[in-house]
């Protein structure tokens, strides 16, 4: 069995084949900060799409199965590269930080569960790592482009709140900057939070 296999839960239906599609899914173009091509939705806010993917553990993972906490959902192109690892690293430098204040981060690319496996070995990562191998939740996400014939996942990173809100998008990333950026936007979205119960 493949463990590498996901679903969308939802609006997805299923073709014959068995691929992943989803209803009223029309992505605008766009381009990234490298001049890549990327088929980014512009999402702002809104409802997330739900998923399933295997994690570098092989265990299936749901995003609904952090509702009620806070999410950074990031994709990121490619295992091993430079600008990834950078990144990777900076999250998981982080860890205590996003521990007290209860988010959790979900990292996803086009490789593989070994793939995931191997790179989180190597650079000491302990958070998930999820595999979308068939690149739908990318493109779920607007976060799927183009690199020559290839089809990886764009540096997007996306802040979906407890209520299964997204509350902010990011479409342009600096990986030796971002995961400090997305700490400063958490602490202002909790103020903002705040401050709105008042």
């Not at 990834?84 to 204040?101: G, L, M, P, S, V």
Request: a positive charge.
């Amino acid at each position: 069995m493949d463990t590498s296999i996901h679903r969308i839960t939802r609006g997805a239906c299923f073709s014959g084949g068995g691929e992943a599609r989803l209803r009223g899914y029309n992505p605008g173009g766009g381009h990234n900060r490298a001049g890549f091509h990327s088929e980014f939705a512009g999402r702002k806010s809104g409802q997330p799409e739900g998923f399933t993917l295997s994690s570098q553990e092989g265990n299936q993972v749901s995003l609904k199965d952090f509702y009620g906490k806070w999410v950074v959902l990031y994709f990121y192109p490619k295992d091993f590269t430079s600008g990834c690892t950078i990144e990777a690293h900076n999250f998981q430098r982080d860890q205590a930080e996003y521990a007290k204040r209860g988010i959790v981060i979900l990292g996803v690319s086009v490789d593989s569960v070994d793939s995931h496996k191997q790179f989180c070995s190597k650079e000491g990562l302990n958070f998930k790592l999820l595999a979308d191998t068939d690149k739908t939740v990318s493109a779920a996400y607007g976060s799927l482009m183009n690199l020559g014939v290839v089809k990886i996942a764009a540096r997007h990173t996306f802040i979906i709140n407890p209520e299964g809100k997204i509350v902010r998008v990011y479409s342009s990333v600096d990986p030796n900057k971002h995961s400090e950026e997305v700490l400063a936007a958490f602490d202002e979205l909790q103020k903002q939070s705040g401050d709105g119960a008042k």
